[in-house]
């Protein structure tokens, strides 16, 4: 327990915390393990004290068979090598949980997924695609979608000058195009009917991506 009085006195001195009207309200820290990733949501640290404190057991999560493939060309060798996906099911998702879940993304994001650069995470709904999966390489040049939350479809290319235009509170993804913009292939997601808006979710990718489906039934 402390307080931002406290904390800026220990630092700075109260001198700082003085001029600073830090709040001398008590406040609990935890300090967060670099392998306890699990803690950075409220839901995992509640979950971790429940379990300490003995109100429940430990939940150990199982691999089941797998039900769906995702092929893998050679291509992507050339641009972003690795995927990782998981099919969590069973869960009821509202708007509050999903909200949750990104702010814990975006936390991973910030941290150990360097911002993106090593690894880019993305939650989509199983229910909205059709298994099986490719992901691929494509030349940029020849890909035309309708990208996440646009109405029409437009070349890669297009995109980028579109998204450029925008402010960063507009397009979140602006400060990743870099990443791929000057390439001649992009990282592509594909389901059975063919791509769709899935695609932009892979363009802040530079070492390994994990894709998460999941089932809202």
Known sequence: MTSDYNRITKEQGEVAAIKQKASKEIKFVIDIPANRYDLLGLEGICNALNVFLGN???????????QYTMRVTENVKLTRPYIVCAVMRDFK??????????????KLHN????????VAIGIHNLDSVTPDFLYDARKISKINF?????EKKYSVKKLFGMYNKRNLTDCHVKDFLPLIQNQSL???????EGMRD????LLNLKIRLSLVFTSYN
């Open 146 to 150: 309708v990208a996440l939350n646009e």
């Open 186 to 192: 992009c990282p592509v997601l594909i389901d059975k």
């Open 93 to 106: 998702i509202t708007e509050s949980v999903y909200d949750r879940f990104l702010e814990i993304q975006e």
């Open 111 to 118: 941290n150990i997924c360097r911002k993106r650069n090593l």
């Open 56 to 66: 429940k057991e430990t939940v150990f999560y199982k691999k089941c068979k797998p």
């Open 198 to 201: 899935l695609i932009f979710r």
